[in-house]
């Protein structure tokens, strides 16, 4: 048994901001042209909302443009839309349900992305002059202690 894998029949419900960045995202998907103008477009539903939206906006992330370049991508096509959005909220609820909260936050959605995604959502943090680490340790710092314990108990 996977020790990451969360119970098949326990859903843990997405929180208001988490519901919402995930509606956005995946329904941006469908336009997406690869995987890393996928991961721009998570990341552009994601800094608006909820306590990693809060940290992004510290860190300066705006709301610029979507930067990924019209040139076909060197990762090769995106994933099946649907597959990859429904992917990152079924990895951001089993994180939170490891971490044994009531529901799944955006802090869960961005540890989702960081394993997804991997480096594309750092190079679409780096375009926006943010980094992970910049990002992790503003969530760690803030003053709402529950965001820090999340960023502690998920951080590589």
């Known amino acids: 048994m996977d020790p990451f894998r969360m119970d098949e029949h326990v859903k843990l419900p997405l929180s208001q901001d988490a519901a919402l960045v995930a509606a956005l995202a995946g329904t941006a998907m ?3 042209h690869s995987s890393e103008d996928q991961a721009e477009r998570w990341l552009r539903a994601l800094r608006l909302h909820g306590q990693v939206g ?8 705006g ?7 019209a040139e076909p991508s060197a990762s090769g096509p995106a994933a099946a839309s649907e597959d990859v959005a429904q992917r990152v909220v079924e990895r951001a609820g089993e994180l939170a349900c490891l971490r044994e909260v009531a529901c799944v936050g955006t802090v869960d959605l961005l540890f989702a992305l960081f394993e997804v995604y991997g480096g594309l959502i750092d190079r679409a943090l780096y375009l926006r002059g943010a980094s992970r680490e910049e ?9 709402d202690s529950a965001a820090a314990r999340v960023t502690r108990s998920l951080s590589p």
């Open 30 to 32: 469908a336009f997406a």
């Open 54 to 61: 809060s940290a992004l906006q510290a860190l300066g992330v």
């Open 63 to 69: 709301e610029a443009p979507l930067m990924t370049r």
């Open 135 to 143: 990002l992790v340790e503003h969530l760690a710092t803030t003053d």
